[in-house]
């Protein structure tokens, strides 16, 4: 069926939205694919809704490649099984809490971990049955803090997610691998430029989780990336190679001096450089100072502990990666309340010494090895030590990840050095292992007649959002540009000319276009050329065709608005032409 844009249900908008910051929003709303209802709340009009249906069938087809089964489950959903697993208090504003006529609590499901768990162990009892993968293409609700950029992150958004039941680690591996396989599949058919970055530093053994993000300036995750390598990781999950340690025989003792008036790093080097320089026999730098964060932890079990951060002084804490390393436990920065209830903690000249004494745990930066010797504080007013060697003059508590990674900092492979970069997460790959399967007692009974608890992976992709990284990608000042794959026709046949000979000569080819086999968009209204042409950029198929002044001389043209070419060719080649490129 041809789908004439004299009959279709849509506006184009001469300006950009005015709520609108990023390209993806600007052309979406103005091309009529999308309209807000609310702050995250978009409804889909024609074109949009037709590019969205085919970002799911991509999806759909890669997971039905690997076994999964496609199952639907509610969105609105009872608050015990959240009860259970704490996510009802655990999720805080984000959650959608909502109470039915008789004061039953309800939520419109964020992410479906809980029901999954519940609805296997509801049907399945025998080791036989496993492993098993299900899945869901469905409306999630998520109250989000700063719902942004249209629907690339809204409140209500589509999500492919899928969950693995399996016997055992290696199985979940399995499950693992093989969406991580299709997740590759799908995007690099959906034409999305991404990469894949560890997710947490595997500390646990493996990656165990995994995002994929997009390519994209106005992407809200920092990532980085070795380009001589292709390694590449979340900020958090990024591990600082540790430096060859230091012979400590030989080096000089420490010596404790009087600095007045050095309460900042930069002050201090340059206390340095005035009083101690002769000893380094080289410029002290910021680097060769040894700065000591105070932060207090608040962990899960209610206990509340101070601990001592040792970073050097040339880089900041990352909070993102400090929260990250220091996980489940909750961080906060010291009261003026907590330094006077700890009176050895003398703020700007906070030493290792004060708290080893005080048995405050301290933990450094990987980059204080052995044998190094740092200036640092010397827990007394207006004092500082210099040539602290760390494994003769203080022994940490252990290293933690919680300096900032910069530009030009060596990979962790060891083959290149890091750059920071910018992308939009399109999938996540998680092996959960026990969490929810524990909470709600997920066994069947296994070969040798014991139970088994069944181990379980989680998996997202973001349909919706996917539309707009697209359109992120792919668009120019002009407009949209489609892939194939996803473009809401396959092809857009502009009639350019008035001439009666020529409009029936248009639907004569659009005809031929659509007998075999492909869509096609028609732009068959009154509309002068102009008006059709900018709105066939604005839209974006990937090609149009033009019949235009030069039909009378048998030609038409030929606009390729994804590789950005034009030809003209002979009107009867049209039909072939098209199902070239198309095909090709
Ligand atoms: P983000 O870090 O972007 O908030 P997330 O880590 O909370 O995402 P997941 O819970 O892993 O997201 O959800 C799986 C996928 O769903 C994400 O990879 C993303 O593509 C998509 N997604 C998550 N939140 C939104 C949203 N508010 N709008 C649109 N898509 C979303
Ligand atoms: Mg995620």
Redesign the pocket.
Known sequence: MITRLSHLFLRTLRDDPADAEVPSHKLLVRAGYVRRVAP?VYSWLPLGLRVLRKIENVVREEMDGIGAQEISLPALLPREPYETTKRWTEYGDSLFRLQDRKKGDYLLGP?HEELFALTVKGEYSSYKDLPVILYQIQT?Y?D?ER?RAG?????E?V?K?SYSFDLDEDGLKASYNAHRDAYRRMFDRLGVRYVIVSATSGAMGGSASE??LADSPVG??TYVICRESGYAANVEAVVTPAPPEIPIEGQAPAQVYETPGTPTIATLVEWANSAVAEQFGRPVTAADTLKNVMVKLQHPDGKSEIVGIGIPGDREVDDKRLGAALEPAEVALLTEEDFRANPFLVKGYIGPKALADNGVRYLVDPRVVSGTAWITGADESGKHVVGLVAGRDFTPDGTIEAAEVRDGDPSPDGRGVLHAARG?????IFQLGYKYTDAFEVDVLGENGKPVRLTMGSY???V??MVAVLAEQMHDEKGLRWPREVAPFDVHVVIANKDEAARAGAEQVAAELDSAGLEVLLDDRTASPGVKFKDAELLGMPQVLVIGRGWADGKVELRDRFAETSEEIAADQAVQAVLAKVRG
């Open positions: 995250g992410t999630k998520r989000e719902p629907i690339l992150r809204g409140r958004f999500m997610d995002e994929f809200e995750d939009i997460e399109i999938g996540h997202g992709v973001g919706s959002r």
